[in-house]
């Protein structure tokens, strides 16, 4: 029995144990803090295609309403409202009002477009459950 | 151990470590993803008879020839990654450290570490490590059942070989 000295449980084995254990316990955090980051979700708006702006909100709960004006040069300008009942522009100068007379969003991959402005607000961030279907059809 | 005969001795390993992974695909296992890993018997036989070089030749070999058996090319980049680490782990583990570690405990670090390479290198290809963060706790489980029925089946092998081969192990 050469290899006896390999045989019996040693002390370093119940390290290996220990780490495995450290191991589940780090990827269920992991994973926790990854579900948390699901429910969050970011409003973005771009100018002529570059993100000027994030906003981070929440899907549970109150949002506090604030609103935030975008200035897309040459006098131009978008007021973005984000409040409980979605993000919503709610006044701007540009030629056809499209933008604001948009329906407000609340669902991640919506977005409201304003083209004179080059402007676009959107909700990224992944959806959950039902929202999916909306994701495509919007 | 003359060379013609350790070449020998080595393909013989390889090519049993390969039907190992090919008849182990036919065994249905309780979580997705998990394996038996039976193929890391014959790595630790090799790390035990001829030492770090061998052992990893022999990983690296089967790394590459095992997936192309199964089927999938891209097979190749998760069973190097995962091999090549827990290779590393295992060759530490025993040449360093032999009187802190049993085989079993080695053979438990090996499939440990092999699940965490395949799991990064799936997290690097996807982009997210949720998968790592998903599938680690029931494989980390899994290996603790695998490793321990590994290292007991390496430990007979090991003492059998011993005999016949007249090694000094």
Redesign the interface.
Known sequence: ???D?????????LF??L??VV??GL??L??RT?SIDRSNTVVQIQLDGKVIDSYEISQEGEIEAREIRVDSGQGGYNIVRISSEGIAVIDANCPDKLCVRSPNIKVPGQSIVCIPHKFVVRIIGESQGDNAVDDTAS | MIKTRKITMLAIIISQALVLHYIEGFIPVLAPGAKLGLANIMTMVTLALFGFKEAMIVVIIRSVLGPLLGGSITGILYSLSGGILSGLVMSVLYLNFPSYFSLMGISTAGAVFHNIGQLLTASWIFGTLGILYTYLPVLMLAAVVTGYFNGLVTRYILNYLGNKLDIKV
């Not at chain 1, 000295?5 to 084995?13: C, L, N, Q, R, T």
């Open positions: 029995m050469i290899m000295k390999f045989m019996k449980p040693k002390i370093g084995d290996i144990y780490f495995i191991l589940i990827s269920l992991g994973l990854m």
